[in-house]
């Protein structure tokens, strides 16, 4: 069973903000919430992760719901060189990262 | 230096070939991982290696073999692989912070 969920596909205009989805709704108290994102024909890069409370970095921010249940990305201004495949993962106790089923992200100019 | 490099970038095989798939990282992770991509799918879990020392294994046919030969390198071994087996393999490696760092990948063709 897959342990998160996230649309297949959605699109954004160049230069407006995007909300990316993720319900994980049987996540343990212990369990991070990762993001990372993957463009063609490269390995997944690294975007953001959280425990509980809402995280900022450069590239994005990370919004968590009260109960943990779900999570959202947050791109503040998507630009073309966003366009990748945006995966949701939770990393639980030790060293397993298990992947969502991800979001394909295009951005029209 | 965050980089994590992958030998080699592609790979055609045959059933009864042995070849094997190289991963280094020299950013001191002593946490290393092997996955499987098929097309247009999410990566999946393979093998953990902790301090070099097999730590996760998820059921994954005894035709893939790892080797964790030292804290910088870790192999993937393959023997007697069939048609289903084409996929990208990505090595990925943590150190103490969360995040972890993928290389770009071997493409293997199993013919």
């Known amino acids: 069973d897959a342990k998160t969920t996230q649309p297949n596909s959605m699109e954004s205009n160049e230069e407006e903000p995007v909300h990316l989805p993720c319900n994980h709704s049987?996540?343990?108290?212990?369990?991070?919430i990762h993001w990372y994102r993957q463009l063609p024909s490269q390995g997944p890069e690294y975007v953001i992760h959280?425990?509980?409370s809402n995280v900022n970095n450069r590239m994005a921010s990370l919004a968590i719901a009260e109960d943990r249940k779900s999570s959202t990305l947050i791109l503040h201004r998507a630009t073309l060189r966003d366009a990748a495949v945006y995966y949701c993962?939770?990393?639980?106790?030790?060293?397993?990262?298990?992947f969502g089923t991800g979001t394909s992200l295009t951005v029209i100019p | 230096d965050t980089e994590v490099t992958q030998t080699p970038k592609h790979l055609v095989m045959g059933m009864t070939n042995k070849k094997s798939l190289k991963c280094e990282q020299h950013?001191?992770?002593?946490?290393m991982y092997w996955y499987k991509q098929k097309a247009k799918k999410p990566p999946e879990l393979m093998f953990v290696?902790?301090?070099?020392?097999?730590?996760i294994n998820e059921s994954v046919p005894s035709r893939f073999s790892p080797e964790c030969p030292n804290s910088s390198l870790l192999n993937l071994h393959l023997h007697a692989l069939q048609p289903e087996d084409s996929a990208l393999y990505l090595c990925?490696?943590?150190?103490?912070?969360?995040?972890?760092?993928f290389g770009p990948g071997t493409r293997l063709l199993v013919l």
């Open positions: 990925a490696s943590r150190g103490r912070s969360e995040t972890q760092y």
């Open positions: 049987t996540i343990s108290g212990t369990d991070y």
């Open positions: 959280g425990l509980t």
């Open positions: 993962i939770l990393r639980e106790t030790g060293n397993q990262f298990y």
């Open positions: 950013m001191g992770h002593r946490a």
């Open positions: 290696y902790s301090y070099e020392k097999l730590s």
